[in-house]
């Protein structure tokens, strides 16, 4: 009976033994065959990890072999509505701007500003089309950067920062606008010196305006009206410009700007010689979310003409102070003065006293509103609504 007993158990004990190696061969054929499968995988992935690093290289080549791949483009726009008493209510697309510039390389770039004025140009049509600046920009070391081509002159605080979303009211100030005269560019050469830090000096040498000569005309002698805009522009007469500017504590910005032109009528026959002076100091100064705005500039015109005009002196200022409520609303106010006929003591300055605000949709995109009363040589009052963007 235990004989018995014994052989059953070794029986299956050898059946068991029998079908774990069977099971055993069967799982290693298993863990082979996934063995297999792995290495495959591993493989085409390696081969695919090739592919994108070729591809990425190729990319690389293609983006840096490119013409374009150093270029950039940005402009700005804006659209105004106008209502003032006594005057037409208008709407006008005032500006559209574009903006390509191109890095040759580490030391020297190209800058332009191309502009269509009032939506239309052409016979008899409103606007404009304008080459506003077009100039390479060099830097011979890390204090000396040069400029040589069409560029904007280095005065005050519109002419060479005036996009839309960085300054408050929907026109540009008439101080500025009348006075400086913004926009204002030239051709010629200029150079900017680091001389410490937050410490700047800029000088040029450039082509100038020229005034009307013409006593008769209402335009005679006016600022706005010489600027030649680099058209076939009279020469004869270069202006010279020299600015310093201040910004080492943070906040703070003080400069001042002086240019003398020789003659800004360029010789025309029958008139005395018109040597003029421009000067202009300003100030801005931000402290948290209340900032200020000071400017004042004033021309000096040598010459009896100009003189009998009151034409001899034209000058103006504002103050505007301003407060950033959130980064979606800011306030402004503004009182400002100017006369371009500040040389004829009966003559009244025009003054302008306005308020408004600017809604920032994006910190590159605005919509603004603005109250303005005039007074002295113009008396008017209205409202202004306008938007406007950068990129």
Do not use: C
């Amino acid at each position: 009976m235990k004989k018995s007993i014994i052989a059953t158990a070794l029986m299956s004990l050898f059946a068991t033994n029998a079908m774990a190696t069977e099971e055993t061969q069967e799982l290693r054929e298993v863990i082979a065959e996934q063995q297999k499968v792995l290495e495959s995988l591993e493989k085409r992935l390696n081969e695919t990890e090739h592919r994108l690093e070729a591809t990425a290289d190729q990319i690389e080549v293609t983006t840096s072999a490119s013409p374009f791949a150093n270029t950039t483009i940005g402009g700005y726009g804006e659209l105004h509505y106008n209502n003032y008493e006594n005057k037409d209510a208008k709407v006008d697309f005032h500006r559209f701007v574009l903006f390509f510039g191109h890095e040759f390389d580490s030391k020297t770039r190209f800058f332009s500003e191309f502009e269509l004025e009032h939506s239309l140009a052409g016979d008899d049509k409103p606007g404009e089309v304008e080459l506003e600046q077009a100039y390479v920009e060099y830097d011979y070391s890390e204090t000396i950067t040069t400029k040589t081509g069409l560029f904007l002159v280095p005065v005050g605080l519109i002419n060479e920062t005036h996009e839309p979303p960085t300054f408050y009211g929907v026109e540009r100030n008439g101080v500025e606008k009348n006075i400086i005269p913004a926009t204002w560019w030239e051709a010629g050469v200029a150079a900017n010196f680091k001389v410490a830090p937050g410490f700047s000096i800029d000088a040029a040498i450039t082509s100038g305006l020229k005034v009307v000569a013409d006593v008769t005309d209402k335009n005679a002698f006016l600022i706005r009206k010489g600027r030649q805009k680099v058209a076939n522009a009279s020469a004869e007469n270069l202006a010279y410009t020299g600015r310093v500017k201040y910004t080492a504590i943070p906040g703070l910005e003080l400069a001042a700007t002086v240019q003398y032109q020789t003659d800004v009528t360029q010789s025309a026959s029958g008139v005395d010689e018109a040597a003029a002076t421009l000067i202009e100091a300003h100030a801005v100064y931000n402290v948290e979310n209340f900032s200020i705005r000071a400017l004042y500039a004033t021309w000096d015109i040598d010459g009896d003409e100009a003189a009998a005009l009151g034409r001899d002196e034209q000058t103006g200022w504002y103050v505007e102070p301003s407060y950033k409520l959130n980064e979606e609303f800011g306030v402004f106010a503004r009182y400002a003065e100017y006369n371009n006929e500040a040389g004829d003591s009966s003559s009244d300055a025009v003054e302008s006293t306005s308020a408004g605000i600017n809604y920032y949709l994006h910190e590159n995109v605005v919509l603004k509103a603005d109250y303005e009363e005039l007074g002295g040589s113009k008396d008017s009052k209205g409202f202004n609504l306008g938007f406007g963007y950068q990129f």
